[in-house]
């Protein structure tokens, strides 16, 4: 058994396989708990019960839900731009997908001769990739707006454009500091030095400072954790920043005119994109799967990166929860002066001092 | 941008006195004038020609400029923008409602958009007409105000006391104290409820979704305290001509007392979340503004009119069922936008409170419908004991009690404005005309002028704020 799943994990292109189903199994599994751990969460602060009946204090509930979409019959408009109309889910799906897939989860192990990251693909350039790909998801958005043939969705679409790429500046700039600093603990005075792969950046957050605060980037990088944070709800398209899909403005925004399964493929994916940027500013800033073991035995130890990560990422994604239940919408302008008049000047503050104060610590004062 | 603090003390002195009151720059005439225009579907409108009784529904249909004038009645078609030679592309008409989620009940706008900024608004109304105002003349008067008590929805018991105000002045009947006491009981305890729905839907039309279930949580208990009172929670037919259908249940003083309570407490709780909250005061200020003038123009009236200044709460100028021996005061707003309509409501709230409260201390004993045995069936013993009891009793409901000929008027302040109701008695057992005049309506016909060259989500804000109930609008 043990020579087989060696074998198996040996060879390149089946751990690549294996990798890919257990990242889909994975995000799913997570997006449906968090659309459950949302509605119990929001029914709480609300003086509710929430879900109750399917299973555990209703914890299979999205599964029904689910379930329930997959056998509805997918209702096509008169009026759609059938290719775009079907593509659009699809298209909001994958780069969420593929988001995850760069994330390291856990601690790399070794299976016999063979080193296996618990992280679908180990890119180099990571970070570029993230936001590439969040930037893709705009597009799923856009398209759904437009090709519904709808004046709701439309208006939705329009919104999208503007927005998501408005606070995909301020998110890009943000993670600049970042890639400095990263390059910075790598240390030397080479310039060349840096790094942009994911599982790198987790190990430099390695170590303490002073014996007892951990070694992750927040601690020099508020800043930028904040602003990070502001964009990524802005991008996933939370509330307040819910413009999109304003359902008391807007009914649906762009996803209005779909049904069954092609909208809860929509979604999921706004639920797996929440998961995705909590993950992405857990490894950047809060030391990814790094935490104490306590010296525990065996699997346990094994299994602690796993238990970190996520306990982490849903500390975020309660984050993420509690704003919604208690912040009003922002309205449309409002939302591009708080990117652009706010956000981006800030970031770009935070990146001139950072920068100033790097260069001066590596090469010295400028008289020197 | 306003102080907010410099609202929250806009309450008017109670002698009368003018409270500071200046009209914001927000382009009024202007706005007025495009109103105009749309209405008449003209340039230069020309009030006699083109104000026909279906007002908005009918305009002319080949002017340039007004794009909705070629729509007619309720037949919608956008088809003619591609026909109009234009740089405009991005002009389109939206339909929001009657189906949109946030047009409390089913209110259709019809907007005319560039991108997101409206150019024209305009409300059109009738999908819940029932013909409430016919089916009264059907009615006996006793039965009458089962059938008001269905238009405003909200606050049932505004339309039960000034049905009931109206026949007993036509009747010219005096009701014992304490069923005034219970009235006024009734009816403030019914506004701070209404209220509370509108703050509830307010919060949630901008997007603080826990704010309704919030305000759905308050008005529980003053629901379940209607109940036990008059056996419903809502369309009641409790408050009747001649006084009152029932007395007060027994312990009705501990649960106005933890009504008391839990509201005030409620009411510190959404301030606690609204009042600091950057959010809520941007999307608020500056935002669906009305001036005095234009609330005059309109016939608006209610918290909207005092939020833009206008120092006028019916209870204060034509008190009603003894309302001028309790005190309270008038909160005003200065600026006629969404926040200060805001502040005004939940001052309304408080002062409610306080009425109650001081109902609650003062309530008379006695009978709780009027001696008169005209309108007021004879007593159950009686029925027992007496044949002529009986008949009597079964005269009056089966054919009811004959009202002397003679028209009146009379208006009480609902929580959404001026609710009049106009009845007409031929001397007959049934009203000859009932005309009820709707503060919903008014209110509602003046939002094109809130709304014009404002964006979509200032749409739902400014909606929630007016706080139409459509069965008042349409009846």
């Given at each position: 058994?043990?020579?087989?799943?060696?074998?198996?994990?040996?060879?390149?292109?089946w751990?690549?396989?294996?990798?890919?189903?257990?990242?889909?199994?994975?995000?799913?599994?997570?997006?449906?708990?968090i659309v459950w751990?949302?509605?119990?969460?929001?029914?709480?602060?609300?003086?509710?019960?929430?879900?109750?009946?399917?299973?555990?204090f209703?914890?299979?509930?999205?599964?029904?839900?689910?379930?329930?979409l997959l056998?509805?019959?997918?209702?096509?408009?008169r009026?759609?731009?059938?290719?775009?109309?079907?593509?659009a889910?699809?298209?909001?799906m994958?780069?969420?997908?593929?988001?995850?897939?760069?994330?390291p989860?856990?601690?790399?192990?070794?299976?016999?001769?063979?080193?296996?990251?618990?992280?679908?693909?180990?890119l180099?350039?990571?970070?570029?990739?993230?936001?590439?790909?969040?930037?893709?998801?705009?597009?799923?958005i856009?398209?759904?707006?437009?090709?519904?043939?709808?004046?709701?969705?439309l208006?939705?679409?329009?919104?999208?454009?503007?927005?998501?790429?408005?606070?995909?500046?301020?998110?890009?700039l943000s993670?600049?500091?970042?890639?400095?600093?990263?390059?910075?603990q790598?240390?030397?005075?080479?310039?060349?030095?840096?790094?942009?792969?994911?599982?790198?950046?987790?190990?430099?957050?390695?170590?303490?400072?002073?014996?007892?605060?951990?070694g992750?980037f927040?601690?020099w990088?508020?800043?930028?954790?904040?602003?990070?944070f502001?964009?990524?709800?802005?991008?996933?398209?939370?509330?307040?920043?819910?413009?999109?899909?304003?359902?008391?403005?807007?009914?649906?925004?762009?996803?209005?005119?779909?049904?069954?399964?092609?909208?809860a493929?929509?979604f999921?994916?706004?639920?797996?994109?929440?998961?995705?940027?909590?993950?992405?500013?857990v490894?950047?800033?809060?030391g990814?799967?790094?935490?104490?073991?306590?010296?525990?035995?065996?699997?346990?130890a094994?299994?602690?990166?796993?238990?970190?990560?996520?306990?982490?990422?849903?500390?975020?994604?309660?984050?993420?929860?509690?704003?919604?239940?208690?912040?009003?919408?922002?309205?449309?302008d409002?939302?591009?002066?708080?990117?652009w008049?706010?956000?981006?000047?800030?970031?770009?503050v935070?990146?001139l001092?950072?920068?100033?104060?790097?260069?001066?610590?590596r090469?010295?004062a400028?008289?020197? | 941008?306003?102080?907010?603090?410099?609202?929250?003390?806009?309450?008017?002195p109670?002698?009368?006195?003018?409270?500071?009151?200046t009209?914001?720059?927000?382009?009024?005439?202007?706005?007025?004038?495009?109103?105009?225009?749309?209405?008449?579907?003209?340039?230069?409108?020309?009030?006699?020609?083109?104000?026909?009784?279906?007002?908005?529904?009918?305009?002319?249909?080949?002017?340039?400029?007004?794009v909705?004038a070629?729509?007619?009645?309720?037949?919608?078609?956008?088809d003619?923008?591609?026909?109009?030679?234009?740089?405009?592309?991005?002009?389109?008409?939206?339909?929001?409602g009657?189906?949109h989620p946030s047009?409390?009940?089913?209110?259709?706008?019809?907007?005319?958009?560039?991108?997101?900024?409206?150019i024209?608004?305009?409300?059109?109304?009738?999908?819940?007409?029932?013909?409430?105002?016919?089916?009264?003349?059907?009615l006996?008067?006793?039965?009458?105000?089962?059938n008001?008590?269905r238009?405003?929805?909200l606050?049932?018991?505004?339309?039960?006391?000034?049905?009931?105000?109206?026949?007993?002045?036509?009747?010219?009947?005096?009701v014992?104290?304490?069923?005034?006491?219970?009235r006024?009981?009734?009816?403030?305890?019914?506004?701070?409820?209404s209220?509370?729905?509108?703050?509830?839907?307010?919060?949630?039309?901008?997007?603080?979704?826990?704010?309704?279930?919030?305000?759905?949580?308050?008005?529980?208990?003053i629901?379940?305290?209607?109940?036990?009172?008059?056996?419903?929670?809502?369309?009641?037919?409790?408050?009747r001509?001649?006084?009152?259908?029932?007395?007060?249940?027994?312990?009705?003083?501990?649960?106005?007392?933890?009504?008391?309570?839990?509201?005030?407490?409620?009411?510190?709780?959404?301030?606690?979340?609204?009042?600091?909250?950057?959010i809520f005061?941007e999307r608020?200020?500056?935002?669906?503004?009305i001036?005095?003038?234009?609330?005059?123009?309109?016939?608006?009236?209610?918290?909207?009119?005092?939020?833009?200044?206008?120092?006028?709460?019916?209870?204060?100028?034509?008190?009603?069922?003894?309302?001028?021996?309790?005190?309270f005061?008038?909160?005003?707003?200065?600026?006629?936008?969404?926040?200060d309509?805001?502040?005004?409501?939940m001052?309304?709230?408080?002062?409610?409170?306080?009425?109650?409260?001081?109902?609650m201390?003062?309530?008379?004993?006695?009978?709780?419908?009027?001696?008169d045995r005209?309108?007021?069936?004879?007593?159950?013993?009686r029925?027992?004991q007496?044949?002529?009891?009986?008949?009597?009793?079964?005269?009056?409901?089966?054919?009811?009690?004959?009202?002397?000929?003679?028209?009146?008027?009379?208006?009480?302040?609902?929580?959404?404005?001026?609710?009049?109701m106009?009845?007409?008695?031929?001397?007959?057992?049934?009203?000859?005309?009932?005309?009820?005049?709707?503060?919903?309506?008014?209110?509602?016909?003046?939002?094109?002028?809130?709304?014009?060259?404002?964006?979509?989500a200032?749409?739902?804000?400014?909606?929630?704020?007016?706080?139409?109930?459509?069965?008042?609008?349409?009846?």
């Open positions: 058994m043990m020579g087989f799943l060696e074998d198996l994990l040996g060879n390149v292109f751990q690549a396989v294996i990798k890919s189903v257990a990242v889909l199994v994975i995000i799913l599994v997570v997006a449906l708990l751990v949302e509605r119990k969460i929001v029914s709480d602060m609300q003086n509710r019960v929430g879900p109750m009946r399917a299973g555990p209703g914890v299979l509930q999205t599964l029904a839900d689910g379930l329930k056998f509805k019959e997918s209702v096509l408009p009026k759609i731009e059938l290719g775009a109309y079907m593509a889910p699809i298209a909001a994958v780069p969420a997908f593929l988001i995850f897939m760069t994330i989860i856990g601690r790399p192990f070794t299976v016999g001769e063979t080193v296996v990251t618990f992280q679908g693909a180990d180099n350039v990571a970070l570029l990739f993230i936001l590439a790909m969040s930037s893709m998801a705009v597009y799923s856009v398209l759904a707006g437009w090709a519904s043939g709808s004046k709701y969705p208006l939705g679409g329009v919104r999208a454009t503007a927005q998501m790429i408005s606070y995909e500046a301020a998110m890009g993670l600049v500091p970042v890639i400095m600093f990263a390059s910075a790598l240390g030397g005075a080479s310039p060349a030095l840096g790094t942009m792969s994911m599982s790198q950046l987790v190990e430099l957050q390695q170590g303490s400072f002073r014996g007892f605060i951990p992750w927040i601690f990088l508020i800043p930028s954790f904040v602003i990070f502001i964009s990524a709800v802005a991008e996933t398209n939370r509330a307040p920043f819910d413009l999109v899909e304003a359902d008391q403005e807007i009914v649906g925004g762009y996803h209005t005119e779909y049904s069954g399964f092609r909208f493929m929509f999921l994916a706004e639920y797996i994109n929440m998961f995705n940027v909590s993950a992405i500013a490894v950047l800033f809060l990814g799967w790094l935490g104490p073991d306590f010296g525990l035995p065996g699997w346990i094994w299994a602690m990166p796993l238990f970190w990560f996520f306990l982490k990422t849903f500390i975020l994604v309660f984050i993420f929860i509690w704003i919604r239940a208690t912040l009003p919408r922002l309205r449309y409002q939302l591009m002066t708080l990117g008049k706010r956000l981006i000047p800030a970031s770009l935070w990146l001092l950072f920068a100033v104060v790097t260069a001066w610590r090469f010295g400028p008289w020197s | 941008m306003t102080d907010p603090s410099d609202v929250a003390h806009g309450e008017a109670d002698n009368g006195a003018e409270a500071p009151v009209a914001p720059e927000t382009g009024a005439e202007e706005r007025r004038r495009l109103h105009d225009v749309w209405m008449s579907g003209t340039e230069a409108p020309t009030r006699s020609g083109h104000f026909t009784s279906e007002a908005g529904q009918e305009m002319l249909e080949e002017e340039e400029g007004a909705l070629q729509q007619r009645g309720t037949l919608v078609s956008d003619y923008l591609d026909d109009i030679e234009s740089d405009d592309d991005e002009r389109q008409i939206l339909n929001m009657p189906q047009t409390h009940g089913v209110l259709r706008l019809q907007l005319e958009l560039i991108g997101e900024r409206i024209r608004a305009k409300p059109i109304i009738g999908y819940l007409h029932t013909g409430m105002e016919k089916t009264a003349e059907t006996t008067y006793m039965q009458g105000s089962t008001v008590t238009m405003d929805y606050s049932p018991f505004f339309n039960e006391l000034c049905f009931s105000l109206a026949t007993e002045r036509l009747l010219g009947v005096d014992p104290p304490r069923a005034d006491a219970i006024v009981l009734m009816t403030e305890l019914n506004r701070v409820s209220h509370l729905v509108w703050i509830a839907t307010q919060g949630m039309d901008i997007g603080a979704l826990s704010m309704m279930i919030y305000g759905f949580r308050d008005r529980e208990p629901l379940d305290f209607f109940e036990r009172t008059t056996g419903l929670r809502m369309n009641h037919n409790y408050i001509p001649g006084g009152v259908a029932a007395d007060l249940p027994d312990g009705w003083r501990d649960d106005v007392v933890s009504i008391i309570d839990l509201v005030t407490k409620g009411v510190g709780e959404y301030e606690g979340i609204l009042n600091a909250n950057p005061i608020t200020q500056s935002v669906g503004v001036t005095p003038e234009e609330c005059d123009a309109y016939g608006v009236t209610g918290p909207i009119a005092r939020a833009s200044g206008v120092d006028w709460d019916l209870r204060k100028a034509f008190p009603y069922s003894g309302i001028d021996q309790y005190e005061k008038v909160p005003l707003g200065r600026h006629g936008d969404t926040f309509r805001y502040i005004v409501r001052e309304e709230i408080k002062q409610s409170l306080g009425i109650v409260a001081q109902v201390d003062s309530m008379p004993d006695g009978d709780w419908r009027t001696g005209k309108v007021t069936p004879p007593p159950r013993a029925i027992d007496s044949m002529e009891a009986l008949i009597h009793h079964f005269k009056l409901f089966t054919g009811g009690f004959g009202v002397p000929a003679g028209e009146v008027y009379q208006a009480v302040e609902s929580p959404r404005g001026e609710l009049g106009y009845l007409v008695s031929d001397g007959g057992t049934r009203p000859y005309r009932l005309h009820v005049r709707g503060p919903s309506f008014a209110n509602t016909q003046a939002l094109p002028v809130m709304l014009t060259d404002s964006l979509i200032d749409v739902v804000a400014t909606l929630a704020s007016v706080d139409p109930v459509l069965g008042d609008v349409d009846r």
